[in-house]
Nanobody, 124 residues
Framework: QVRLVESGGGSVQAGGSRRLSCGAL????????MGWFRQAPGKEREGVAGRDSDGNTNYAGSGRGRFTISKDNAKGTLYLQMNALKPEDTAMYYC??????????????????WGQGTQVTVSS
């Protein structure tokens, strides 16, 4: 089993930055893809970014060009650096992982390990 724990959420003004962190516990050696997703009230969950174990990344949605996914392998921690934040970025952000291989697109259907989420609120 794999347990994911996110942190770093909070309130930020539009134009600001925030870095989210995700720690992975358990049988993490089997993980091939990790990603970030978000869900705003009344909306479906959407993919933000995905990363494979070789460091290849994929981005989706309106965060492309402003958000960066990265991983500190020594700490086993996944990050999402978010810059130039907008009010429409307000959402619950989730870290997710799977062991299915592939190109690690941030497609929620492929991810079977999920964290509890961390809230990001961007005010105008």
């Amino acid at each position: 089993q794999v347990r994911l724990v996110e942190s770093g959420g909070g309130s930020v003004q539009a134009g600001g930055s925030r870095r989210l962190s995700c720690g992975a516990l358990g049988y993490t050696d089997r993980i091939t893809c990790m990603g970030w997703f978000r869900q705003a009230p009344g909306k479906e969950r959407e993919g933000v970014a995905g990363r494979d174990s070789d460091g290849n990344t994929n981005y989706a949605g309106s965060g492309r060009g402003r958000f960066t996914i990265s991983k500190d392998n020594a700490k086993g921690t996944l990050y999402l650096q978010m810059n130039a934040l907008k009010p429409e970025d307000t959402a619950m952000y989730y870290c997710a992982a799977h062991a299915r291989g592939g190109d690690c697109q941030p497609d929620a259907r492929r991810y079977n390990y999920w964290g509890q989420g961390t809230q990001v609120t961007v005010s105008s």
